[in-house]
């Protein structure tokens, strides 16, 4: 039950035109093929995809279902993001100096589809804007499994993947893939930003009951805070509470966790399960008896379920508008993001903006569209700034380096305004959080 | 974590569950036992409920308010759908019948989305209604307990209409032959458009009652839909007590098996539905021979 449209139906037309008569040409008889050097044979939608006046990026996101909310607030970062590389905007030339109101001379257009955040639709979605929109790079997921089927797409099509919301250690681990890059923190490093905070807050030896969301995010984030806080703390997991994605009444588990002793629960699930979870644990009397902690933040959760009961919970999250305060960058997105929507940003939005100012960076350095070229200006690992500070990518596994932000709810009464749900309590470095790069089994493919 | 407290604590989820399940499966099936018409927008009808409720809601800020307006939107929703589009049905497949109302199920889905977006809405439980309970055994929410009665007190209801009065003995006599009926000189169609409309309203009522527990949100009716087949194929198709006692037996399941696994609770609902149609294919309580 979705809905699917196409933003920019001009530029697709025009797109369509320069493809059909590519494809025409090839087919007139002694007619020779326009030349491209020989060590760029044309691959994916290159070098189609950038021969008009505009490039097209395809964006898979979840409009409907548990993380709806989520999926809308990536497509704002996006939108955002390709204004700001069109009129060539402060922001993003800090990031993309050599944007120039557009790409190497070309604007950007974005072409949306529903995922549904299921696999199978992004991938569809993504197929058809390939034929169609001559997309030269994907974006969208905001679950893992999505993120992860895009990669293996990706990799097939020889088509740029920009990881928006994962945070499965298999993105970058073992389903790593050349043509896909990750800006966002992930399981591994939020347990290892988190857990020494929870150490220092709460002492050794404590009972943690967890919830998992039954998928590649959910069991890998799991796995990575349970291990640092059984390894560091002395911390048993006393149960785990695995719920299928898109679940909405949590009694049962619920019951389980009350039934089990624990002093804490460690709640992975997320979006619209994380909101519902987090008010039935409330309805349960599980909180504030037993203390929440959110190791993969959820945009607009506090909003959804409001301050009362997000109230000391620490979370890991990849940026929180306050920090407008520390970062310059931060402030000139906060300040762009809430003049044109009304709201402070979450992080979802700030992952897809970030994603796209990088793109538009590599692109614009290599000073080519062909995907070998782009990739390997981001393996060069250079470092750039962000909203968070100064960050590269790691070649070996395409995961960007880059610090993890600590918040603890704040109480109704601490908030100075109605959108100052967290306290920002620690930026944590981001190289000493990472795994080897070969630790999840990354083995990246071929780049033809 | 399978030991006694949990046991009694999981016993007591199903009971709740299992009400619901009863009360929206019963709805389905005296459509279905009725008029014939397998409603695939039930689930949507469920879902048409908490966002009808949810909207008196806003605007009230009264809790009787939403169940009223929550279960009347959706009876005249039954009925005009009865009127308008399901009577052309009658005579016709059962193929036909399921594509139409599934088609009439993506609409509601969707509009409610154009309308209202998909971020989920939430109803507050009345004021008196908020807190925990201490059960003994469990901590509990103050308003799933009160579900209980409320639901309990919608089943008696619907009981009463269907043993307890003449329209209920006409729909009794129509499950068992509308022909035969309407021989008898009563008007069947307006049955019909009563009992769609009475059954319509069981989930649009359930739809609202639960908003609070769950919070309302557009593809709340379609996982619903799924159980409430199970529900009706367990207790016996056409059969209200068969709902019950589906209900029932459906929340018990997937609360027991959550002690043990909840990623088998499922699993088990359908392995207890598959052994049902083996050993008794029209159902628990159902009755051979009707189709």
């Not at chain 1, 549904?116 to 974006?139: C, D, H, L, S």
């Not at chain 1, 500070?389 to 995961?399: A, I, N, T, Y």
């Not at chain 2, 009160?146 to 008696?156: G, T």
Request: glycine share 10%; hydrophobic share 45%; net charge neutral.
């Amino acid at each position: 039950m979705t809905f699917e449209f196409d933003r920019d139906g001009v530029s697709r037309r025009v797109l369509l035109r320069a493809g059909a008569g590519l494809a025409g040409s090839a087919l007139v008889p002694g007619m020779i093929m326009p030349v491209f050097a020989e060590d760029k044979p044309a691959m994916g939608t290159w070098p189609a995809g950038s021969q008009g006046s505009t490039v097209t990026i395809g964006a898979a996101v979840p409009r409907t279902g548990a993380y709806a909310a989520q999926g809308e607030d990536e497509l704002k970062g996006m939108e955002l993001a390709i204004e700001h590389i069109n009129s060539g905007h402060e922001l993003i030339k800090k990031i993309a100096p050599k944007v120039n109101n557009g790409v190497l001379g070309k604007k950007v257009a974005l072409v949306v589809a529903d995922s549904g955040a299921k696999p199978n639709n992004a991938v569809q979605a993504q197929q058809r804007f390939i034929n169609e929109n001559k997309i030269v790079a994907m974006t969208g997921s905001t679950s893992s499994a999505v993120a992860v089927a895009l990669n293996k797409f990706a990799e097939r099509e020889k088509i740029l993947y920009l990881v928006a919301i994962s945070g499965s250690n298999d993105t970058t681990g073992k389903d790593c893939a050349r043509y896909s890059f990750r800006q966002c923190f992930y399981g591994e490093t939020a347990a290892n930003a988190i857990g020494p905070v929870l150490l220092k807050n709460f002492g050794k030896d404590k009972k943690a009951a967890f919830m998992t969301p039954d998928y590649t995010y959910g069991h890998t984030v799991t796995k990575s805070m349970s291990e640092f806080l059984e390894k560091n703390g002395g911390w048993k997991m006393v149960t785990n509470q695995v719920s299928p994605l898109g679940t909405s009444d949590f009694s049962q588990y619920l019951t389980n966790i009350a039934n089990s002793g624990a002093d804490f629960i460690v709640n992975v699930n997320w979006g619209r399960d994380a909101v519902l979870s987090v008010q039935q644990a409330k309805q349960f009397g599980l909180t504030p008896k037993m203390k929440m902690v959110i190791p993969y933040q959820i945009p607009f959760l506090a909003k959804e379920v409001g301050a009362e009961l997000t109230e000391g919970v620490f979370a890991a999250t990849d940026f929180w508008w306050t920090l407008e305060d520390k970062y310059p960058l931060a402030k000139l997105f906060v300040q762009a993001f809430s003049k044109k929507y009304g709201y402070m940003p979450e992080w979802g939005a700030e992952n897809a903006y970030m994603q796209f100012a990088i793109w538009a960076r590599m692109v614009t350095e290599a000073g080519s569209f062909y995907p070998p070229d782009v990739i390997k200006q981001y393996e060069k690992g250079e470092t750039f700034p962000s909203m968070v500070g100064d960050v590269h990518f790691r070649p070996q596994d395409h995961q960007l380096v880059r610090p993890v932000v600590i918040v603890r709810g704040k109480a109704p009464k601490d908030m100075k305004n109605k959108e100052d749900y967290w306290e920002v309590l620690e930026v944590v470095d981001g190289a000493p959080l990472m795994q080897k790069p070969d630790a999840f089994g990354c083995k990246l493919g071929p780049y033809t | 974590m399978v030991n006694w407290g949990n046991l009694i604590s999981q016993m007591f989820n199903g009971l709740v569950l299992g009400m619901l399940l009863a009360l929206i499966s019963s709805g389905l099936t005296i459509i279905y036992g009725t008029l014939g018409v397998l409603n695939l927008a039930h689930g949507a009808m469920f879902m048409l409920g908490g966002y009808a409720g949810w909207l008196a809601f806003t605007y009230t800020h009264s809790f009787i308010a939403a169940v009223v307006v929550g279960s009347l939107f959706v009876m005249i929703v039954g009925i005009v759908m009865e009127r308008v589009i399901i009577r052309s049905f009658y005579d016709r497949p059962h193929e036909d019948q399921i594509l139409v109302t599934f088609g009439i199920g993506i609409v509601f889905v969707e509009a409610v989305r154009f309308a209202f977006g998909s971020l989920s809405k939430i109803v507050p439980p009345p004021e008196m209604l908020n807190g925990i309970v201490n059960l003994g055994f469990m901590f509990y929410p103050k308003y799933r307990l009160a579900l209980l009665v409320i639901v309990a007190v919608a089943l008696l209801v619907l009981y009463i209409v269907l043993y307890r009065t003449k329209l209920g003995m006409i729909v009794r006599a129509g499950i068992e032959d509308a022909g035969m009926v309407d021989a008898l000189g009563i008007n069947v169609h307006k049955v019909f458009m009563l009992v769609f409309g009475i059954g319509a309203m069981a989930a649009g009522f359930a739809g609202i009652v639960n908003a609070p527990v769950v919070a309302v949100s557009p593809d709340a009716g379609e996982s619903i839909l799924v159980q409430t087949f199970v529900v009706v194929v367990i207790g016996g198709v056409g059969s209200f007590p068969g709902a019950i006692l589906g209900g029932l037996i459906a929340g018990e399941i997937i609360s027991i098996t959550s002690m043990f696994n909840p990623g088998y609770a499922y699993v088990m609902l359908f392995a207890a539905m598959t052994l049902v149609l083996v050993l008794r294919p029209y159902g628990l309580l159902g009755t051979a021979g009707r189709d």
